[in-house]
T-cell receptor
Framework: DAGVTQSPTHLIKTRGQQVTLRCSPK?????VSWYQQALGQGPQFIFQ???????QRGNFPDRFSGHQFPNYSSELNVNALLLGDSALYLC?????????????FGSGTRLTVV | GDSVTQMEGPVTLSEEAFLTINCTYT??????LFWYVQYPGEGLQLLLK?????DKGSNKGFEATYRKETTSFHLEKGSVQVSDSAVYFC???????????FGAGTRLFVKA
């Protein structure tokens, strides 16, 4: 049973560019949450997608946007990249009926902005 | 707002030593509490959880008890191994809030 799959695993971008990160949830899960983990810190909630809509959003600017597809996979888009956006981006999926509880995390995408 | 505070690391122990990592929380409601572990280069794995006061979560020799009166959820293990070296995160989830809030993490080094 495949867990949560994220791609790419590593990415280097230049300031001002745009980036798209992808996540395939664990089989049977319908909710996807995205987190940003800066070096040496705990994960910070970006947003959660359920039924193809953003259900909850953390304290992140509009440069961060997302999408969920009918097959429950999700994308995280970041526009106008800043050096401070360098971090590990984690995707977590949750099973139906849990309201976002019961996370299974992917291994993350390491984004470096230069 | 809702938050989690855990002891700063790194914590360095010898193999077979006793481990305690302190965690306290602030929440407006009655959260579920978790400990996650992160090994180098990997995502987070759920270690244990407790959903109501006085519940004890346990897994792989680790334990934590949900203490509502002290708003704490300290992680303990009686005898650590080198393979326990990782970063440990305390976290809370409020039903209806849809998000999990994490502490800053505590790095554990276990020496042989």
């Amino acid at each position: 049973d495949a867990g949560v799959t994220q791609s790419p695993t590593h990415l280097i971008k230049t300031r001002g560019q745009q980036v798209t990160l992808r996540c395939s949830p664990k089989s049977g899960h319908d909710t996807v949450s995205w987190y940003q983990q800066a070096l040496g810190q705990g994960p910070q909630f970006i947003f959660q997608y359920y039924e193809e809509e953003e259900r909850q959003r953390g304290n992140f600017p509009d440069r961060f946007s997302g999408h969920q597809f009918p097959n429950y996979s999700s994308e995280l888009n970041v526009n106008a990249l800043l050096l401070g956006d360098s971090a590990l981006y984690l995707c977590a999926s949750s099973p139906p009926g849990t309201g976002g509880l019961g996370y299974t995390f992917g291994s993350g995408t390491r984004l470096t902005v230069v | 707002g809702d938050s989690v505070t855990q002891m700063e690391g790194p914590v360095t122990l010898s193999e077979e030593a006793f481990l305690t990592i302190n965690c306290t929380y602030t929440a407006t409601g009655y959260p579920s509490l978790f400990w996650y572990v992160q090994y180098p280069g990997e995502g987070l794995q759920l270690l244990l959880k407790a959903t109501k006061a006085d519940d004890k979560g346990s897994n792989k020799g680790f334990e934590a008890t949900y203490r509502k009166e002290t708003t704490s959820f300290h992680l303990e293990k009686g005898s650590v191994q080198v393979s326990d070296s990782a970063v440990y995160f305390c976290a809370l989830f409020l039903t209806g809030g849809f998000k999990t809030i994490f502490g800053a993490g505590t790095r554990l080094f276990v020496k042989a």
